[in-house]
């Protein structure tokens, strides 16, 4: 099975060179902590969480699974060892406030760790991850009261959080929601309703699961517009801070799943279960969306993580295995077969692993210096800062969770063909990566929700195109500089100018057709997604080349050249042999709805 190993040197390029994370952190008022040697030493702590605790428990936990009975949850052996490790260790309270016993670090150090626990052991890392969405939402839109009674345990690990919205007869459409929501004299509400797909629903973690949970008031207008937002405990909380009865919520099941298997579905019932109102009654789901975009982020990381966990897995096998001999001549000749990796097709899928991790893994990082900025300006007071912030992140959102999520699942099943029939066995590991990648495109809203986002409420309606033209500025202001260079970083240069150019007629021209053709944005919109993707990528990848070549021309990465040369040569794989898919899915965004609508439903029938 792959062995994991925390890729610090491709993460410390970004974080120190690339991006230069140093100077974003002296800028922000609660970045002072965040020193070179802070960050430094959190990412050696938390890989060597990952690499020790958490990945020898990836596979034995998928193995073992959540069992159920008699109502009650209980997780694979190590995983409540290793959770208490975890709390012990500070880990859940990196990015949030001291005054609620968290460390007071900015968001982005937060994911550094979570990139390399979900690549380590992504159903374990689902169990915090969910917490950090409850802990955030109450933060920003629970009373003083509320904040005091809930994050310090929240934020210390103590207890978790939850976050539930779907129920049996609505996923994504929201505005079929009916747990009801019943006021009582008391101030308190007495929720009733069954929820369904709640991830770390109910487990042995913790002593305590908060519940972030969106129902109806009586009377409330009908659709999304009366949706309020509730705090339901799974265990009571008295005046003092200690725990006292067990609410009643209860599960009443667990899912038995293709994949992330260790991490807990559950079913919830909420029978007469005692709720706090969270925000104003009927905006619930406007608050609630402060923890799915958080969850959104989350998602993005597990396409990097499957994409590097299943790389970390097919590299190796591949200059071990061996088999015929490479089409130019005997490479390793001292053998019966050379290497798989001398052959061009492997090359071709481990190249493609690589690049969607690490072209990804900047994506990320980038985006998380924008969270940054955000917070930052919310701790500041500074209203028009953060909505700026806000909307530069909406952009990314659905960007980084639709396509790094498609491409790390292609990513997983790569290592796999890499393996051959041996990756379709299970104790290889390499099909267990496979499983648990193919949930992210799905929850957290699916490939073609996170499309309509995009598309629809963010480039149309939300800006007119402003996103895509802001966005491509600062590809061309990067590319201006090294038009005329020569070598790979000229021609990656005269690439990104021709892209960005495309990207917004692409943009107009799907706008003025949608004018005219309701249904245009619903058809073009996951190719529109995907061709962004595409190209934000290889401006990232751009990215990464210059300061290479940069590091190599000065001679100050002299210990490392032979690392900042694969940076360029993948740089190149990605523009010549990824890059190019952009082109078909531009063509898909433009073709005419018709194909996609004409036939009646009737004859959508087996043959």
Same mark, same amino acid.
């Given at each position: 099975?792959?062995?994991?190993?925390?890729?610090?040197?491709?993460?410390?390029?970004?974080?120190?060179?690339?991006?230069?994370?140093?100077?974003?952190?002296?800028?922000?008022?609660?970045?002072?902590?965040?020193?070179?040697?802070?960050?430094?030493?959190?990412?050696?702590?938390?890989?060597?969480?990952?690499?020790?605790?958490?990945?020898?428990?990836?596979?034995?936990?998928?193995?073992?699974?959540?069992?159920?009975?008699?109502?009650?949850?209980?997780?694979?052996?190590?995983?409540?060892?290793?959770?208490?490790?975890?709390?012990?260790?500070?880990?859940?309270?990196?990015?949030?406030?001291?005054?609620?016993?968290?460390?007071?670090?900015?968001?982005?150090?937060?994911?550094?760790?979570?990139?390399?626990?979900?690549?380590?052991?992504?159903?374990?890392?689902?169990?915090?991850?969910?917490?950090?969405?409850?802990?955030?939402?109450?933060?920003?839109?629970?009373?003083?009261?509320?904040?005091?009674?809930?994050?310090?345990?929240?934020?210390?690990?103590?207890?978790?959080?939850?976050?539930?919205?779907?129920?049996?007869?609505?996923?994504?459409?929201?505005?079929?929601?009916?747990?009801?929501?019943?006021?009582?004299?008391?101030?308190?509400?007495?929720?009733?309703?069954?929820?369904?797909?709640?991830?770390?629903?109910?487990?042995?973690?913790?002593?305590?699961?908060?519940?972030?949970?969106?129902?109806?008031?009586?009377?409330?207008?009908?659709?999304?517009?009366?949706?309020?937002?509730?705090?339901?405990?799974?265990?009571?909380?008295?005046?003092?801070?200690?725990?006292?009865?067990?609410?009643?919520?209860?599960?009443?099941?667990?899912?038995?799943?293709?994949?992330?298997?260790?991490?807990?579905?559950?079913?919830?019932?909420?029978?007469?279960?005692?709720?706090?109102?969270?925000?104003?009654?009927?905006?619930?789901?406007?608050?609630?969306?402060?923890?799915?975009?958080?969850?959104?982020?989350?998602?993005?990381?597990?396409?990097?993580?499957?994409?590097?966990?299943?790389?970390?897995?097919?590299?190796?096998?591949?200059?071990?295995?061996?088999?015929?001999?490479?089409?130019?001549?005997?490479?390793?000749?001292?053998?019966?077969?050379?290497?798989?990796?001398?052959?061009?097709?492997?090359?071709?899928?481990?190249?493609?692993?690589?690049?969607?991790?690490?072209?990804?893994?900047?994506?990320?990082?980038?985006?998380?210096?924008?969270?940054?900025?955000?917070?930052?300006?919310?701790?500041?007071?500074?209203?028009?800062?953060?909505?700026?912030?806000?909307?530069?992140?909406?952009?990314?959102?659905?960007?980084?969770?639709?396509?790094?999520?498609?491409?790390?699942?292609?990513?997983?099943?790569?290592?796999?063909?890499?393996?051959?029939?041996?990756?379709?066995?299970?104790?290889?590991?390499?099909?267990?990566?496979?499983?648990?990648?193919?949930?992210?495109?799905?929850?957290?809203?699916? *490939? %073609? /929700?996170?499309?309509?986002?995009?598309? =629809?409420?963010?480039?149309?309606? @939300?800006?007119? $195109? #402003?996103?895509? !033209?802001?966005? *491509? %500025? /600062?590809?061309?202001?990067?590319?201006? =500089?090294?038009?005329?260079?020569? @070598?790979?970083? $000229? #021609?990656?240069? !005269?690439?990104?100018?021709?892209?960005?150019?495309?990207?917004?007629?692409?943009?107009?021209?799907?706008?003025?057709?949608?004018? #005219?053709?309701?249904?245009?944005?619903?058809?073009?919109?996951?190719?529109?997604?995907?061709?962004?993707?595409?190209?934000?990528?290889?401006?990232?990848?751009?990215?990464?080349?210059?300061?290479?070549?940069?590091?190599?021309?000065?001679?100050?990465?002299?210990?490392?050249?032979?690392?900042?040369?694969?940076?360029?040569?993948?740089?190149?794989?990605?523009?010549?042999?990824?890059?190019?898919?952009?082109?078909?899915?531009?063509?898909?965004?433009?073709?005419?709805?018709?194909?996609?609508?004409?036939?009646?439903?009737?004859?959508?029938?087996?043959?």
């Amino acid at each position: 099975m792959p062995t994991y190993k925390a890729p610090l040197r491709d993460m410390r390029f970004l974080i120190n060179e690339v991006l230069d994370y140093s100077s974003h952190y002296a800028s922000l008022s609660n970045g002072k902590d965040a020193t070179p040697d802070m960050v430094e030493a959190i990412l050696e702590g938390a890989a060597t969480l990952c690499e020790e605790v958490l990945a020898p428990l990836s596979l034995s936990g998928d193995d073992e699974g959540c069992q159920f009975k008699d109502g009650v949850v209980t997780t694979p052996k190590g995983f409540k060892e290793a959770y208490q490790q975890f709390t012990e260790g500070g880990w859940q309270s990196l990015s949030f406030p001291t005054e609620f016993g968290g460390q007071g670090l900015p968001m982005s150090v937060n994911v550094f760790k979570s990139e390399m626990m979900g690549t380590a052991n992504w159903s374990f890392n689902m169990y915090p991850g969910l917490s950090i969405g409850a802990i955030n939402t109450i933060m920003q839109y629970g009373t003083e009261a509320q904040k005091q009674q809930y994050l310090p345990t929240m934020v210390s690990g103590q207890w978790a959080g939850t976050m539930c919205l779907t129920e049996a007869q609505c996923g994504t459409d929201l505005a079929q929601v009916r747990t009801r929501a019943e006021p009582q004299a008391d101030g308190t509400y007495k929720l009733t309703g069954t929820k369904i797909y709640i991830s770390s629903g109910d487990h042995d973690l913790t002593e305590n699961i908060i519940h972030i949970v969106l129902a109806r008031l009586p009377g409330a207008p009908a659709g999304t517009k009366g949706i309020s937002l509730f705090i339901v405990p799974k265990v009571l909380v008295n005046a003092d801070g200690s725990l006292g009865a067990r609410n009643p919520v209860n599960c009443g099941s667990i899912e038995h799943k293709m994949g992330i298997r260790a991490s807990a579905t559950a079913v919830l019932n909420f029978d007469e279960a005692v709720g706090y109102l969270i925000a104003e009654p009927n905006k619930g789901l406007e608050a609630m969306f402060t923890f799915m975009n958080t969850a959104r982020i989350g998602t993005a990381i597990q396409g990097v993580a499957q994409a590097e966990a299943s790389f970390q897995g097919a590299l190796p096998y591949a200059k071990e295995r061996r088999s015929m001999r490479a089409l130019s001549g005997k490479k390793d000749p001292e053998f019966a077969a050379d290497a798989l990796i001398w052959h061009p097709d492997v090359r071709r899928m481990l190249l493609t692993q690589k690049a969607i991790a690490e072209g990804g893994r900047a994506m990320i990082y980038a985006a998380s210096q924008i969270a940054d900025n955000m917070f930052n300006a919310v701790l500041e007071g500074d209203t028009k800062k953060y909505e700026d912030y806000d909307s530069r992140l909406g952009f990314y959102t659905p960007i980084l969770k639709g396509f790094l999520t498609e491409m790390g699942l292609e990513a997983a099943n790569l290592g796999m063909q890499v393996f051959g029939g041996h990756g379709y066995i299970h104790s290889n590991g390499m099909e267990h990566i496979a499983r648990d990648a193919r949930i992210s495109t799905l929850y957290e809203g699916t *490939t %073609g /929700i996170q499309a309509l986002d995009l598309l =629809g409420r963010k480039v149309l309606l @939300g800006t007119r $195109g #402003k996103c895509v !033209r802001d966005f *491509t %500025g /600062i590809m061309w202001r990067f590319a201006r =500089g090294n038009l005329f260079a020569g @070598g790979p970083l $000229g #021609k990656m240069s !005269r690439t990104l100018v021709a892209r960005a150019v495309q990207w917004n007629m692409l943009t107009t021209r799907i706008m003025l057709r949608a004018a #005219k053709d309701r249904e245009l944005v619903g058809s073009a919109s996951v190719d529109y997604l995907m061709y962004s993707g595409f190209v934000m990528v290889a401006y990232f990848w751009a990215l990464q080349a210059a300061k290479a070549q940069e590091l190599i021309d000065s001679g100050k990465g002299a210990e490392s050249v032979e690392f900042y040369r694969a940076k360029i040569q993948t740089a190149e794989f990605y523009f010549e042999r990824l890059l190019p898919r952009a082109d078909g899915h531009r063509k898909g965004a433009l073709a005419p709805t018709r194909s996609v609508m004409q036939m009646d439903k009737e004859h959508f029938a087996f043959s």
